[in-house]
């Protein structure tokens, strides 16, 4: 339970924090924040990946505990141990990933965990009538409170969320990137319902990247950076242009090599691609060349690196390599055509962890099957690949999991250079390693674009992107909405990402 319940006190804020520091192995991930929500405004929060939003959302949301500062909720200070005590403080989050359970009716999620009844039994009029009342309070009066939520579309799963917020009594409402996935009709409804929770004298914090929603809708914007908050504006100070000045702005040294090198002939072309969520994608990429990927969450980044080598379906378009169509929906294809994936995610889906150095090494390569692999041939290739790539291990019959994140990522590239990879895909090369093995990877890509590769590089740190692309390309959901050059600034990289919409 939380450390005593706050009485409502009119004239505090509903939520204040206070010098609230999170700090993990290596990363501080957020350093002495204040912040303050008051009744009946919308409080936006915007700042770039890994700027430290998500780790002070988890914080006041009782998910992870700080490792100093304070929380108050109604001008009274209060300790969560955990996403129960927010919820009995009158804490809600809604976030992309909608947690409403598709098997149930509507009035079954909204009064989930509230559930009416007597004696052990399940009161389902008084949930239908609760459940009625709380939709037609925020506008959806139409929603049958017996249907199933697997049948409705993410905008009504969001007004269930809302509404099953209001039923446990909240006033504060949390919401992460809410119009990420909806069409723009259904963010209309969206704004008009946050409208009625200010005039309820809710208050609402609003995490989004979306420069347009914010000067629409805030009353406030906070800006994080790097684990800081560096700035809280009122509506009439918040400005694009001045936002974006605070979220940017690193000097990236000399962390990253010189962009000397001589593009030679076009490997890869992507033609009017099209899949789930990219949307008639055209690009190149030369030999010797490193392009890279620019967008914010949502942007569809890791879809297209995913379609073009076969992982996820594409409905139209076409992947060619060295003029040459690559079959497309097959990974198999992809690779004899070429083409590797470093994945965005190592641990899942980029290494084996119970198999070794070796084994890794050799996953995508089929003319090395299991009962040949202890002959010279592949040893070899593999000691010679490991030195390339400077891995750091005892042997190559060590377990890849007891490696460190950066020795780990460095097999992952290095499994595909015995392939004759002609374009290497890098989606988040250095994800989850420390600055020292960073350099080593940006090193490494260097030299292997050198040596002629066509590099495709996506990555949530813009600095990394500008730091290492000779060309970046800008996505916005779905959509290729511009070019830049390797010389472009993160304002100018930004503004093209978080202003430019999409062509209808």
Known sequence: MPSGAPSPDAAAPLLSVSG??????????????????????????????????????????????????????????????????????????????????????????????????????????????????????????????????????????QAVMIAKALCANADVIVMDEPTSPLEEQEVRRLFAVIATLKAAGKGIIYVSHKMREIEEIADRVTVFKDGRKVATLERAEAEPRELIRLMVGRDL???????????????????????????????????????????????????????????????????????KPVTPNSVRRAIGSGLGLV???????????????????????????????????????????????????????????????????????????????????????TRGVDIGAKREIYRIIDELARQGLAILLVSSELPEVIGLADRIIVLNQGHLVGELPGTATEPEVMELSMLHEPAA
Request: proline share 5%; hydrophobic share 40%.
């Open 20 to 157: 609230l520091s999170k700090h993990f192995p290596g990363v501080r991930a957020l350093t002495d924040v204040s912040f303050d929500l008051k009744r009946g405004e919308v409080h936006c929060l915007i700042g770039e990946n890994g700027a430290g939003k998500s780790t002070f959302v988890k914080l006041i949301a009782g998910a992870q505990k700080p490792d100093a500062g304070t929380i108050a909720v109604r001008g009274k200070s209060v300790v969560l141990n955990g996403p129960r005590d927010a919820k009995a403080l009158g804490l809600a989050f809604i976030f992309q990933e909608l947690s409403v359970v598709d098997g149930l009716t509507v009035a079954e999620n909204i009064v989930l965990g509230d559930e009416p009844g007597r004696g052990g039994h399940f009161d389902r009029d008084v949930a239908e009538t609760t459940a009625r009342r709380l939709l037609a309070g925020i506008g959806f009066d139409g929603l049958d409170p017996a249907t199933r939520v697997g049948r409705l579309s993410t905008a009504e799963k």
């Open 253 to 323: 040294g000399d962390v990253f090599p010189s962009k000397s090198r001589q593009p030679g002939p076009i490997v890869l072309s992507v033609e009017k691609l099209s899949g789930a969520r990219i949307h008639d994608i055209s690009l190149s990429v030369r030999s010797g060349e490193i392009v890279g990927i620019a967008g914010l969450v949502g942007a569809g980044r890791t879809e297209l690196m995913r379609s073009i080598f076969g992982a996820d379906t594409v409905s139209s378009g076409r992947v060619l390599i060295d003029g």
């Open 343 to 429: 994945p965005e995610e190592r641990r899942a889906q980029g290494i084996v962890g119970v198999l070794s150095v070796f084994d890794n090494l050799l996953l995508p390569w089929t003319e090395f099957p299991a009962s040949r692999r202890e002959t010279g041939a592949p040893r070899a290739v593999a000691q010679r690949t490991a030195q390339t790539m400077d891995v750091r291990t005892p042997s190559l019959d060590q377990r890849i999991s007891l490696l460190s994140g950066g020795n780990q990522q460095k097999v992952v590239v290095g499994k595909w250079l015995a392939m004759k990879t002609r374009v290497l895909l890098l989606d988040e090369p």
